[in-house]
């Protein structure tokens, strides 16, 4: 059991969860109001819903053999063109729809740039990583676009007994679960992953596939924009989605995908999402300086990935035992 890729990231997020237990003995409850739960746990879920959501997309990407830096970029673009376009008199609905569309021709564009035109998927992402929140920034204007829509309240702080934000990221994972585990698209996403000249030769249409999955990073990416400016009603399209591509692709790699692609994991990256999720709630429950965060959560996941990595694994492997001399020189021996 201790050699499950998951073994170690579990052990972490419940370690976690005790910490933070030790720390504050009410983290664990768990209360209704109103006909909705809320309580730290909660929390962690609805706060972790756009982490989630874009590790989703992430995972598939990864396990073609790419990577997506844009998607924070993308996330602020959604919530920017959103917040705009209701500030500007228009309705709620239309504004959600307005900007997933740009995301998916920006998810589009990430695919053209990878599969037409064969830029390393690194590069492709980073020039919309750069450009993308650039243009958030003149789609507001340099400015925090504050709204008060009831509709678009909901994304991102609504309850139907549980936080939207985490029925929508859930039902994602366990959409693309049933799609890519219950059909033969999950193993064409690795084979292409594994080797896309053989995928290809073998019948595989590699690049369709490849540029679906940027595509699908993109729109996740946009959903959870949404999510993030609405939990807030405002967008902020310098702050937004700031550094979530780091954390999308931590719980990629803590949920045992891996990063030279052919291998993925959905369970595991909502694993990993949880753990850094719940490592960020704990870093502000015990008190960590406000400086010292990001190497308190880079600790940790390296403490992770160490724990998971193959030499690791090797020393906890149970040693065969030494077959005594004389038998198996009987052995050799015998006609």
């Not at 909660?42 to 990407?61: K, Q, S």
């Not at 740039?113 to 929140?133: E, N």
């Not at 609504?158 to 934000?165: E, W």
Request: with cysteine; glycine share 10%; proline share 4%.
């Amino acid at each position: 059991m201790i050699r499950h890729q998951l073994f170690w990231p579990a052990a972490a997020l419940v370690g976690l969860l005790v910490l933070n237990a030790a720390v504050n003995p009410s983290f664990l409850e768990i209360r209704i109001q109103d006909g909705a739960l809320y309580g730290s746990l909660v929390d962690i879920l609805r706060n972790g819903a756009p982490t989630l959501l874009i590790a989703v997309g992430m995972t598939l990407v990864i396990a073609t053999r790419g990577i997506d830096l844009s998607v924070g970029a993308v996330a602020a673009v959604a919530g920017a063109i959103a917040c705009t376009w209701i500030a500007s008199g228009g309705d709620a609905i239309t504004a959600m729809l307005l900007a997933l569309a740009v995301c998916v021709l920006l998810g589009l564009w990430n695919g053209f740039l990878v599969t037409v035109l064969g830029i390393q998927p690194i590069i492709a992402t980073l020039v919309l990583m750069t450009a993308g929140r650039g243009g958030a920034m003149l789609v507001t204007e340099g400015q925090i676009i504050t709204v008060d829509d009831p509709v678009y309240r909901q994304i991102g702080a609504g309850f139907v007994v549980l936080p939207i934000a985490i029925l929508i990221s859930l039902g994602v994972l366990l959409a693309v679960a049933a799609l890519t585990r219950g059909t033969a698209l999950g193993m064409l996403v690795e084979s292409v992953g594994t080797n896309p000249r053989a995928s290809r030769l073998a019948g595989v249409r590699s690049r369709t596939i490849v540029w679906t999955v940027y595509v699908f990073a993109g729109l996740c990416a946009g959903v959870a924009g949404l999510m993030i400016s609405s939990n807030v009603n405002a967008a902020d399209a310098n702050n937004a989605g700031l550094w979530i591509e780091m954390d999308a692709i931590l719980a990629v790699v803590i949920g045992g995908t891996s990063l030279a692609g052919g291998r993925y994991s959905l369970t595991g990256t909502l694993v990993g999402a949880l753990v850094i999720q719940t490592l960020t709630t704990t870093v502000y429950s015990i008190g960590v300086p406000p400086d010292a965060i990001l190497v308190f959560k880079a600790v940790v996941v390296i403490a992770v990935c160490l724990l998971q990595s193959p030499r690791t694994s090797e020393l906890f492997r149970p040693r065969r035992r030494a077959e005594p001399a004389d038998t198996r020189a009987q052995e050799v021996t015998a006609p």
